[in-house]
């Protein structure tokens, strides 16, 4: 087995690094739809995760165009980046190599965190908060909706 085996794992981290939530809400979706990850991640299975990892990715995309959002760098936003980016790289990872993809996931997420908030602080200088939020969500979602839907196409009988 390869680095590139691990490739999935390093995209959905660079989702995580502008959308927190987006890694997990595309796995669950893409769970909902019964197409299977190839690691094994028991917690993707339950429920009340599934839909309630939708649900957070939903209010993220809505609470980032808020005057008050805070920085995504700030240690609550960077815990949450951590997190959903290791379990979307565990679970996107072939199966026994969670922990790498995991790994992989984390380290992608949290320096790209700074450059793509560095990237969005420019884009509000010139089209404002609202605008740029709109756009970086259209991006990212459809790269998380990407990712998920490549690492997971191999595994559809």
Excluded at 22 to 39: E, F, K, N, S, W
Excluded at 102 to 120: D, E, F, H, M, N
Aim: glycine share 10%; proline share 4%; net charge positive.
């Amino acid at each position: 087995m390869t680095n590139r085996s691990l490739l999935y794992s390093a995209l959905i981290g660079a989702v995580a690094s502008a959308r927190s939530m987006t890694p997990m809400a595309t796995i669950a979706a893409a769970r909902l739809a019964d197409r299977p990850t190839p690691g094994g991640v028991v917690l993707l299975d339950r429920p009340l995760f599934k839909y309630g990892a939708m649900a957070m990715g939903a209010a993220e995309l809505l609470g980032d165009k808020m005057k008050s959002a805070p920085d995504r760098t700030v240690f609550l936003g960077l815990l949450a980046r951590v997190m959903s980016a290791g379990i979307a790289g565990a679970a996107l990872a072939p199966a026994g190599r969670e922990k790498a993809g995991a790994a992989v996931a984390i380290a992608t997420a949290v320096p790209l965190a700074y450059l793509t908030l560095a990237g969005r602080k420019q884009a509000m200088a010139r089209i404002g908060q609202t605008r740029s939020g709109l756009i970086e969500d259209a991006l990212i979602v459809a790269a998380g909706a990407t990712v998920v839907a490549l690492a997971t196409r191999s595994r559809l009988g």
